[in-house]
């Protein structure tokens, strides 16, 4: 229950109305109801779904060290993309970027021939 009245917040505000007000409007909708108990737990369930779904728009650059970052954003394109530095990557980069896995890394491409070659 408390998920359904995190969505519909969430879509409520995404229509452009006053994060406020919808908020306002919910709690006076739980309290009509008879439900107020369950505005903690719609908060909390409204962070989940706020953090997923930031998440989703956030790119992330890996690379496997500093030195690799210029070739790195001009291969993948990702000017504006978080940089975090991976030392499991042998070289190359992976871009993480809108749901969306672009991998570029050395450790992958060994990974599929030792995959090939034991087969």
Request: charged content about 35%; proline content about 1%.
């Amino acid at each position: 229950m408390d998920k359904a009245y995190a969505q519909a917040l969430w879509k409520t505000i995404q229509k452009d109305m006053d994060p406020k007000q919808a908020v306002d409007a919910l709690r006076g909708a739980l309290e009509k109801r008879g439900r107020l108990s369950l505005f903690r737990q719609v908060g909390r369930a409204f962070e989940r779904i706020a953090a997923r779904e930031m998440q989703k728009k956030l790119s992330v650059l890996v690379i496997a060290e500093k030195g690799s970052e210029k070739r790195a954003r001009q291969e993948s394109g990702a000017k504006d993309a978080e940089l975090m530095i991976d030392e499991t990557l042998i070289g190359g980069w992976r871009l993480e970027d809108k749901e969306t896995l672009r991998d570029a890394s050395w450790k992958s491409a060994l990974l599929s021939i030792y995959n090939r070659a034991t087969t």
